[in-house]
Nanobody, 125 residues
Framework: QVQLVESGGGLVRPGGSLRLSCAAS????????IGWFRQAPGKEREGVSC????????DIADSVKGRFTISRDNTKNTVYLQMNSLKPEDTAVYYC??????????????????WGQGTQVTVSS
């Protein structure tokens, strides 16, 4: 069955780094764009970054631009989100999701077909 499993979350001090991974199985990974989203308590889910099927196209939210980088390895069916210079406002549950319809990638949640269970990222001193 389709599975997206996030890992790499945790507790980190402000200014620190984490690398999230999204491991996919049960579908043709290279046929799907992958997005990262986050949701903080009491807030709506927001798009953080996305990468197209080939990995050649990507988008990133202004709030994390210059600090977060997305990449994908189609040989490992995995997408990564490298997060540097973390801030307390980055605290959220981070989700990855897969989109089969778009040739590019989108950071709008309703474009996505499959979702992982999420991984908690907490930035605090």
């Amino acid at each position: 069955q389709v599975q997206l499993v996030e890992s790499g979350g945790g507790l980190v001090r402000p200014g620190g780094s984490l690398r999230l991974s999204c491991a996919a199985s049960g579908f043709t990974f290279e046929s799907y764009a992958i997005g990262w989203f986050r949701q903080a308590p009491g807030k709506e889910r927001e798009g953080v970054s996305c990468v197209s099927r080939s990995g050649r196209l990507a988008d990133i939210a202004d709030s994390v631009k210059g600090r977060f980088t997305i990449s994908r390895d189609n040989t490992k069916n995995t997408v990564y989100l490298q997060m540097n210079s973390l801030k307390p406002e980055d605290t959220a549950v981070y989700y990855c999701a897969a989109d089969r319809r778009n040739w590019d990638c989108r950071t709008t949640p309703n474009e996505y077909d499959y979702w992982g269970q999420g991984t908690q990222v907490t930035v605090s001193s």
